[in-house]
Every structure is written in C-alpha cells, then in structure tokens.
C-alpha cells in the first residue's frame, strides 16, 4: 500500500533567479556561507510513493588478499562445503576462487541454464565464504553489462558479469559496445553448452553456438573458450590483464557447462596464477622533451583531454601540466578530467581558443579532427593517446582520422609527470612573467563565462515546461554539500552542470556511454552508485525519458537490492534529438516542420514515470510541471536515497 508524504513548502520560493543562481554555482568551501534569500510557502500536492521496503545490505568488499590478486583461501567452511558436493569438488567453485582472486567483488547476471553451475556455486559458496563475490540480480543483460560500465568508471576495476548463450549475448552485446567504444573494463562471462550430445530439447539446440564469442569479438579486446579449469584459470588473468591495460576494455570468456558443473578431475583444484602488478604505458623522455619545447615556446597553446583522467591521479596530473604552462584546457567531458571552476578551464571559450592556436596538445582524444577544427591549418597538433595501440577497423569508432604532427602512443595519465618535468625544465625564468599575465587573462575570461552562464540560465527561470538549467540549478542546490557523484553525461542538458556546478574530484563525474547507444544510464548509474556505496557517496542522475524505456527493469535491480541512487527523469516526451533532425530535413526540402513530431514524440499516452518506479518497489514523484514544487520533491528523494533507498523524479523538462 502506498504511504503519503507530508506537505512541504519550497525553500526558495522568495529567491530571485539571479541569485540563486549565482549561490548555487559558485558552491565550494569558500563560497558555502553565501546566503540564497529568504523562503516563501507554497503549497506542494500530496504525492503516492512506494511503500520503502526493509533495508538490504549489498556484500562487504572482499579482504586485501584479493585485492592483491592472490587466490582466495580454503577455509573450514568451504572444506566442508567441497566434501558436501556431490562427486567431489564443483568446477563452478574453482571458477569463483579464480574470479574473487582478480579482485572482482560482484557479478551481475540474469539467470540462465547454460551457467547455472557457476549461478550456484556464486550463491552457495561465493556469497558464503571471504573474499565475498556479491550477486547483483537482473531482468535483462544489457542492463547487467552496463551496471559493469558505471561501476569501472567509479570503481577504476571491472565487475563481472555472465550472459546465457546465444540470446543473453545478443541481448547484452550493446551494452558491451558501449563499453568498447568508452575503453571501459567489463569482466565479461557467457555459458555454452559444447557437447552437442548434452543438449536436449528444441530450446537449448536454439540458443547453442559454436563460437559465441564471435558475436562482439569485433568489440572486446580478448575472449578465450577454455577447455580445463586451468585454461580457464590462465585465460581469465590474462583476460583481466588485458582489459586493465590502456587502453581498457571489455573482455569475454566462454565457460562450458560441463567445465561448470563436472567435479575437479582427482579432486585437487589447479594452482590460480597471481596477477601481477600492471604497468601502463609511459611516454619516452626524448619525446616528451619536444612535446614540452613546443608548448613552452608556443604564443597560444591549448590543452584539449577526453578520456585523459582515468584515476583521481590523473585529475591532478592534468592540474599540474596547466598550471605549469598557465595554458587553457578545453574538456571534452570523456571523463571528469579537470575541475569545472579552474580559472584554466575554458571549455566555454573552445571556438575562440582554438582559432588563436599555434601548438595544440589532444590528450587521449576520441574526435580530435573535429575537436581541433576550429584551429589555423598551421598549428602544431600533437596526440599522446592510448588508443593508437589497440582499436579494430570494422567498428568506426576511432573517428575521422586527424593530422597530427607529433604522435606519442601510450597512456596519458601515466605520461603526464614526464610531460609536466619536461615543461618546467624547458622554462626560462624570462617566460614566467608572461606565463602569470596568461594566467590572469585566461582566469578573467574565466569569470567572465560563468557570468553569462548564470544570466542565460536565469532565462525563462519560471518556464513551463521546465528549462533543463533550472532543473539542474534546482538539483545542485540540494547536493552541493554532499559528497555527490554525477554519473550521466550532460550534453542533454546543455553542459548546465559544467557551466554552474563546482566540481573539482574525480568521481564527481563520469562521462557519457561511449557509443552514446540508448538503454545505458540506467544500469550504469546502478553500477557506479554500488561503488560509490562504500565510499560513502551520494549517487545522482539525470536521465532522458526514451534511455529509461529501453531498460526500465533496472528499477527493480534497484528496489531488490536497496541500491541508494537519486534517478531523475529528464521528460521532453520525445527523442528530441530526433525531433531536431526530422526538423532540420524538413526544413532544407521546405515542406514545413508541422507534422515532425510523428515518430519522435512519446505521447498519446504520456508514460508516467513515477507509476512506473514506483510498480517495482522504487520511490517515484511526478509528473512535475510546476517548477516551484521541483525543489521539495528533490528533497524528498532524497531522503529516501540518504537512508539506503532508490528514488525517482519525473521532471517534464524543455528538449535541451
């Protein structure tokens, strides 16, 4: 039965745009104390919300044994469990220890028959004895795969996940791309049955295959069907090694049914090999020497990165690297790769930038044709990326190929304290009083750009439906003094958390799905929300409306498991990406834009998202058209989210 929730009045109902908007950009240990006006009452409806269900805790985190890759131990309990185990020691048992001894703490799955060994042995061993291998139950792969995608991203190592034959991989296959195309390990496992002999019936000659792996072999870095335990041992530490080298992955391995549910051949269990310290690769020193002596005596150099932080470490790499040249950096938003209220960045000032620029540094770049493009045709380009060592050519995710003058293929984050040594050493004590004036400048067209961020967001403040700036200002003023993790893409929302948030540590903001493939954000907001878990993190984000409808189910994996996340709907009752290009087509054939809306809007009905949520044991408000009462249904949410729950808000939002 559905509970009510008090009457509340909205906090900032006195505040004029302006304001609020300057106080809630600006945020930050400095800026707390800034006062956002008095508080008005005004009257908030009653809203239906789903009964909250007992609080269930995820799985401790394994022990560091596992950290440290060695293999998990045998302890009394698990003797007595292999003694208990029909025919002796299950191969599934011997697979858990090999997985748990990667480090891996959780595996996501729906369930099917093809690894029903390994299914049990992860719920009657794995959940029983330490390190802990945590089950996170699905109603769909692709939401399985992408709760992997979000939680590598936070987490900075993989999770696993399993898939049932043919039809769980195809169904997870595009989440897998994502993946790909993101360079993101995912730990990747699917069941076969190889003895046709063993298979009986209509359905499981249906789903069997003889090289499933082929299916995504085009976009996972290995995959390896094992034919004994210890090849199963040996590949999947060579499978993890591969997918934690730069640039990352996903991986997939076959596992055989009988390889699963067959007893260990004499009863002793193969030795698991220890994974070893991985090392990515480093720039060599002469290079980066030229690197440093073309930015040091460049006029206008400019720092574009995309997927360049893949740790906190590289966060404050990049930091130094800029404030050792005072040169601008533009974020592609790949990653949170530099602190959104650095005076340096200047993502905002991109097109202006670049049209100066004489040496331009793209660091671990996606699309650095189209990032640079805007650039003279005799500035110096140079590439340090990961990339370059390992992509495939069916899948054209690797984008327009860029002339670049210098190309360094290794990792950036670990090539950026080579780079950064090299450019102070190349810095004359005569260039530093110019470095400083550089500075001052780029930190006023800083200010500057916040400026007139905060007068365009004020723009329609009181707008129906709501604008996407104050329904992001209207989140922000809730979550600025939490430990808050952003973990959607913004481009949807016009960049609003870029341009007002402070940000400025690493798990603060994630990056979008890689091959921007729909059905994304819900699983991988679960997944990086089950990272942030443990750290103590609040989990918020903002989704559109058509995303959620291509994997609602994960509200459910949401509810079951008492995953605590704030998902906020971005509704414009349409794929309005869609709706601009059917426009924009109309319009060059002049036959009138009156009749785009057919295919490309979601209405007639109106799907309420709030029902929705709240149908699968999920707090859920909305629709929320009145922008005055979008505050205290934040508010609400989360508190839900702050006692260990899931909560949803559908917001009715303007396209972009």
Not at 605 to 614: F, G, T
């Amino acid at each position: 039965m559905a509970k009510r929730v008090a009457r509340q009045t909205h906090p900032l109902a006195a505040v004029s745009r302006r304001g609020f908007l300057k106080g809630a950009a600006l945020g930050g240990a400095a800026l707390r104390g800034a006062a956002l006006g008095g508080a008005g009452a005004i009257a908030v409806p009653v809203t239906a919300v789903a009964q909250a269900p007992e609080p269930r805790q995820l799985p401790p985190v394994p022990d560091q044994a596992a950290e440290q890759g060695q293999p998990a131990e045998v302890t009394g309990q698990r003797r007595r469990l292999a003694t208990s185990a029909a025919g002796g020691l299950p191969g599934s048992d011997y697979m858990v220890d090999v997985i748990r001894s990667l480090g891996i703490e959780y595996v996501a799955f729906v369930p099917g028959d093809t690894f029903k060994g390994l299914h049990e042995s992860v719920i009657n061993y794995g959940l029983l004895t330490n390190p802990k291998l945590g089950l996170i139950p699905c109603m769909h792969e692709e939401v399985s795969v992408a709760i992997c995608h979000g939680y590598a991203k936070i987490a900075g190592k993989p999770m696993a996940c399993a898939m049932h034959s043919t039809v769980g991989l195809q169904h997870g296959c595009m989440a897998l791309y994502n993946a790909w195309a993101d360079r993101v390990p995912v730990f990747a496992l699917v069941g076969h049955q190889a003895d046709a002999n063993k298979r009986v019936g209509l359905v499981q000659w249906a789903h069997a295959v003889y090289d499933g792996p082929e299916l995504v072999r085009d976009f996972t870095k290995f995959d390896d069907t094992p034919a004994s335990l210890s090849d199963f041992a040996d590949s999947a530490v060579r499978a993890y090694k591969f997918a934690m080298t730069p640039p990352y992955g996903p991986v997939l391995l076959a596992l055989d049914e009988g390889l699963q549910e067959n007893p260990v051949p004499g009863g002793r269990a193969p030795a698991i090999p220890r994974l070893p310290l991985i090392v990515p690769p480093q720039g060599e020193d002469a290079a980066c020497a030229e690197v440093a002596r073309m930015l040091v005596g460049a006029a206008h150099p400019v720092i574009l990165a995309d997927r360049c932080a893949r740790t906190p470490a590289g966060l404050a790499r990049l930091i130094e690297l800029a404030e050792a040249l005072q040169a601008p950096v533009i974020d592609a938003h790949g990653r949170f790769n530099f602190p959104w209220r650095h005076p340096l960045n200047q993502t905002g000032s991109a097109r202006d930038l670049l049209s100066r620029a004489d040496v331009i540094l793209g660091l671990e770049m996606t699309d650095f044709y189209h990032a640079s493009a805007a650039a003279p045709p005799t500035a110096k380009r140079i590439s340090v990326a990961s990339t370059d060592l390992y992509f495939k050519s069916n899948y054209q995710d690797f984008e327009r190929f860029t002339a670049v003058d210098i190309a360094i293929a290794v990792d950036a984050e670990a090539t950026l304290p080579v780079l950064t040594d090299a450019v102070r050493r190349a810095i004359r004590p005569s260039l530093r009083s110019a470095l400083r004036e550089r500075g001052a400048t780029l930190a006023r067209q800083h200010q500057e750009a916040l400026e007139e961020s905060r007068t365009a967001a004020a723009l329609g403040w009181n707008d129906r439906p709501i604008t996407t700036a104050r329904l992001c200002m209207e989140l922000y003023d809730k979550i600025r003094h939490e430990k808050w993790s952003l973990v959607n893409g913004t481009s949807f929302q016009s960049y609003w958390p870029q341009r007002l948030w402070t940000a400025h540590e690493h798990y603060q903001y994630m990056g979008d799905a890689g091959a921007y493939g729909l059905g994304y954000l819900p699983g991988a907001s679960l997944g990086a929300a089950v990272a942030n878990q443990s750290q103590g993190r609040l989990t918020v984000a903002i989704g559109g409306d058509g995303d959620l409808m291509f994997t609602p189910s994960f509200l459910w994996t949401a509810a079951h498991q008492r995953i605590p996340l704030l998902y906020v709907v971005h509704n414009n009752r349409a794929y309005h990406q869609e709706v601009m290009w059917v426009q924009v087509i109309a319009g060059e054939r002049q036959r009138g834009i009156d009749r785009c809306h057919l295919g490309t809007t979601i209405d007639d009905p109106y799907i309420d998202y709030a029902k929705l949520a709240q149908s699968m044991g999920v707090h859920g408000e909305g629709p929320i058209t009145d922008p005055n009462a979008l505050g205290p249904a934040i508010e609400r949410a989360l508190a839900i989210v702050k006692r260990g729950e899931p909560a949803l808000i559908d917001v009715v939002a303007q396209g972009r």
